[in-house]
């Protein structure tokens, strides 16, 4: 049976109980409005630990004034139901008071990475992003936390808190879960109409064209940035507007001139009133993966 846990001290004796049996532990963060995409890391975590916490918890801090924080999906007893059909017991879901209480004083800064791509394009997430998840990591103190490589600079910016800071836990990347017809499974495509959706698909229409690109030799990354921008013009003309498209260093996420390294193809964009990002993994010793 699935037991939802709304307080701090609750969480807290839960995680000691299954600490003093001996048990792994590990955390699966999200925002709710579950789909095929978070299941797939409640079933990572479940392969790697014995007790698995998702958190749900809609994060006023991660999200701009001009956001869509009132409005962001929030279907609580359907993500329950599709939590215990997959045997999670433990879900933390807790107000923005108990994690907040009268308010944000100290925030965790997440470094330069932060500032490039989303940080530009969504000034302040980052800070709320990491402050967040370092409470969580702080709460829960998990053996592994798993998060989607949907959002890379996430990932990346969480691993590298988790390094700098001394966190002891195995920040877990899973692959991007699409849809058939290759759209990322995101909790905001709840926002498209049918013919956004079809227009939505540029993105990824992008990625496959850099990866194409990419395999078939083509290893500057300015010239990488052209083939995405001209093949989401090409799929959804007038349809979508980029805020960015560019290739970047994996760990890092600064631009690449040469794609001589572990890089990223990263893209980002409104549909509509919707803005979504997608990416995909360059590799040069392994070509490239959509």
Known sequence: MIEMIATKAE???VIAEARGQGK????????????????ALVRAARER?????VSIFVNPTQFGPDEDFMRYPRHV????????AEGVSLVFAPSV????????LVTVDPGPAAKRWEGEARPGHFVGVATIVAKLFNLVRPDFAFFGEKDFQQLAIIRRMAHDLDFDIEVVGHPIVRDERGLALSSRNAYLSAEERDHALALPEALRAAA????GGERSGDALDIVMRQAAAASAPGAIRLDYAAVVDADTLEPLLIVDRQARALIAGRVGGTRLIDNCELAPATGATL
């Not at 792994?24 to 299941?39: E, F, K, N, R, Y």
């Not at 007893?77 to 215990?84: F, K, P, V």
């Not at 194409?212 to 395999?215: D, L, N, R, S």
Request: charged fraction near 20%; charge should be negative.
């Open 77 to 84: 007893e359907d993500d329950l139901a599709l939590l215990a």
């Open 97 to 104: 008071e108990t994690m907040y209480g009268s308010g944000v």
């Open 24 to 39: 792994s532990v590990g955390l699966v963060p999200t925002m709710g409005a579950l789909h095929d995409g978070h299941i």
């Open 49 to 53: 630990a014995d007790v698995v916490v």
């Open 212 to 215: 194409e690109a990419f395999e």
């Open 11 to 13: 969480l807290r004796s």
